[in-house]
């Protein structure tokens, strides 16, 4: 009844919505601007927002604004899994087939980011997504897989979603 009175063609704020459709709110600007900032700057980022806010379809709206000649992006939303499972994740998201032992698989994952960095120029984009339920040892692991030359060089970009909480948490 609503759709034929505002001639409307489909639902409005239905998960099929195409990002270049969505309403263009101050705090959609603002939190596609502060991604764009961390991509360019190579950076790590945290994006939090209460549930609903439209955290993953302003991560799906990021993501289809890079160019996939530039940018590869790796979008993993288990965070309930384990430490391994998340490694095994990642080394896939890379292309990579992956290895068995947890240190093989940190180094697989290091080396496919650093391969596509300086080899083919494509910057990897890792977006976890619902991390506020990722374990502790989870998160630990994010800080050690991601130092890259004792931490003088970002050959990434990491974002890290979830509810309130997960900045608590850290």
């Given at each position: 009844?609503?759709?034929?009175?505002?001639?409307?063609?489909?639902?409005?704020?239905?998960?099929?919505?195409?990002?270049?459709?969505?309403?263009?709110?101050?705090?959609?600007?603002?939190?596609?601007?502060?991604?764009?900032?961390?991509?360019?700057?190579?950076?790590?980022?945290?994006?939090?927002?209460?549930?609903?806010?439209?955290?993953?379809?302003?991560?799906?709206?990021?993501?289809?604004?890079?160019?996939?000649?530039?940018?590869?992006?790796?979008?993993?939303?288990?965070?309930?899994?384990?430490?391994?499972?998340?490694?095994?994740?990642?080394?896939?998201?890379?292309?990579?087939?992956?290895?068995?032992?947890?240190?093989?698989?940190?180094?697989?994952?290091?080396?496919?980011?650093?391969?596509?960095?300086?080899?083919?120029?494509?910057?990897?984009?890792?977006?976890?997504?619902?991390?506020?339920?990722?374990?502790?040892?989870?998160?630990?692991?994010?800080?050690?897989?991601f130092n890259f030359h004792m931490d003088s060089t970002n050959p990434f970009v990491l974002i890290l979603a979830g509810l309130p909480h997960?900045?608590?948490?850290?």
């Amino acid at each position: 009844m609503y759709k034929t009175f505002y001639s409307l063609s489909r639902e409005p704020f239905s998960k099929e919505t195409n990002p270049p459709e969505a309403y263009q709110g101050a705090s959609y600007q603002e939190a596609l601007a502060a991604l764009d900032y961390v991509k360019r700057t190579r950076g790590i980022g945290l994006l939090i927002g209460e549930p609903g806010a439209g955290k993953t379809f302003a991560l799906r709206a990021f993501k289809e604004s890079m160019n996939p000649s530039l940018y590869h992006v790796v979008y993993f939303p288990l965070s309930t899994g384990s430490v391994m499972d998340f490694y095994r994740g990642l080394a896939f998201g890379l292309g990579e087939e992956p290895k068995y032992r947890k240190v093989d698989l940190f180094y697989q994952i290091q080396q496919g980011i650093e391969r596509l960095y300086h080899e083919q120029r494509v910057t990897s984009v890792f977006i976890l997504d619902e991390m506020h339920l990722a374990k502790d040892a989870f998160l630990q692991d994010i800080a050690i897989l991601f130092n890259f030359h004792m931490d003088s060089t970002n050959p990434f970009v990491l974002i890290l979603a979830g509810l309130p909480h997960l900045q608590a948490k850290l």
